[in-house]
């Protein structure tokens, strides 16, 4: 069954879209041109570019011991450099290939490594804490140009969209309802067997703030047994609908496990973005909102509202990391 730690289990395509786009110039990045540093540093890809290959003398001097005609597999791949570089243009190629089929204005921008541990909150701007209770949070502090995209509720099953999200390599958080989910929780076991993360938003989607504590609690605890049992992973991240809560809410979702809430500063449309400050434009660590939604309710399917959002977070600069990797 699913494990917690499979959420990480996307690295291979993040980091195919992040050597091709090594490769590729990152597509050319609009605003600011921020790449992130693991696209910078995480290869000998850009290194490799263009420029002359040391000769392989100083990797055989290294270690004498390991026969020249039988070399390790590491030195092997580092010597055949033609091969090497063809296959970077290949998957750069692929990326691009995959970008164009799904009509997306340019490459997304790889999101850097998570951190090896998920990093201490601490009060900024954008985090509520409070002794005991479980941070709300509208914006993860963090100076690396991410954001983070979470799809909430659970009508719109959409399976075009979830392809899209895997083959560009676009994490997703999402924030489960019971009553919209039930009819397919494979659905969202699907989403989470490809590294999605499926939290907490309760059994009815009630406004949280006008129930007693005993409700309330019953509401998001009954939702942590349900995902756990649907889909084999205990949530630690919860939501209230509507971004709804007063103090009865916090306390009860921390006795059920939770340990953070996040929020969010954007909410995108498949025709629009919406932004909560009059700059209007994204900032390091935003938390961007969306429903699954159809073509009942929107002006457009999930895969446009999918192509609005990247296509939006590229041209700022950004790259789209996973919400549960940082809280
Ligand atoms: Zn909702």
Known sequence: MAGPRRGRGRGGLVAAVCLAAAVAGCGGSAGGGAVPSTARAGASAAADRGGPRPPAVPAAAAAPAVPAVLPGPARA???????????RADAARAALETTRRWGLARLPLPAPQP???RPELRAAQGVKLADGLPPVVYRVPTEQPIVFLTVD???????????????????LSTFVADYLARSDYGYFRRLS????????HTINHRNLKVLDYATQRD?????QDQLEGQIGTRPRLFR?????????TLRAAG???????????EEAFPDRMEYRYEDQRLHPGDIILTHFRGTDLWPGSMPDLLRKVVDEVTAQGFALARLDDYL
């Open 77 to 87: 791949e580092e010597e055949t450099s033609s091969e090497a570089v063809a296959r």
């Open 153 to 171: 509720d659970g009508a719109e099953k959409d399976p075009e969209f979830s392809r899209m999200a895997a083959e560009l390599g676009i994490p």
């Open 115 to 117: 951190p090896a541990g």
């Open 193 to 200: 067997e490809q590294g999605d993360a499926v939290n907490n």
């Open 255 to 265: 006795s059920c496990g939770i340990e953070a809430v996040p929020l969010w500063n």
């Open 219 to 223: 509401e998001i605890c009954r939702q």
């Open 240 to 248: 209230p609908p509507y971004g709804e809560y007063n103090e009865d």
